[in-house]
């Protein structure tokens, strides 16, 4: 998968919050996707972290170093940020669904006091 993936992935999560609805807009590959690029961000700092040290212990080209791992980094920056966008709208979504759920089990309620009071007005 590209970066593409990631871009569509974060276009349908964006459309999801736009217009109101849950997140099924996500497949379950979208989600895997996504498990396996934060899988990776993990992979690539501990690259970066066996980068550092061969540079101290081995007296590697460090020009060479330095700008692979600030490719690194910046993929994992724009990795991480879609990561973490994606979980502030879930949160969000999430959050929306509790409130409307409650209101509807409210408007439950209310409805069944209301023919409760009415069977009790009607003498039954």
Do not use: C, P
């Amino acid at each position: 998968m590209s970066k593409k993936h990631l871009e569509e992935i974060i276009d349908k999560w964006v459309y999801a919050l736009e217009s109101g609805r849950d997140g099924s807009y996500l497949s379950v590959e979208d989600v895997e996707y996504l498990i396996e690029q934060a899988e990776r961000v993990e992979e690539l700092e501990e690259r970066v972290k066996e980068y550092e040290i061969n540079i101290i212990e081995n007296g590697v080209d460090i020009f060479k170093m330095t700008n692979e791992i600030n490719a690194l980094e910046v993929q994992n920056k724009r990795y991480r940020e879609a990561i973490e966008n994606i979980e502030k709208g879930y949160k969000r979504i999430l959050s929306e669904q509790s409130t409307r759920l409650l209101t509807e089990q409210y408007t439950r309620v209310s409805n069944l006091k209301f023919i409760r009071d009415e069977i009790k007005a009607l003498g039954g």
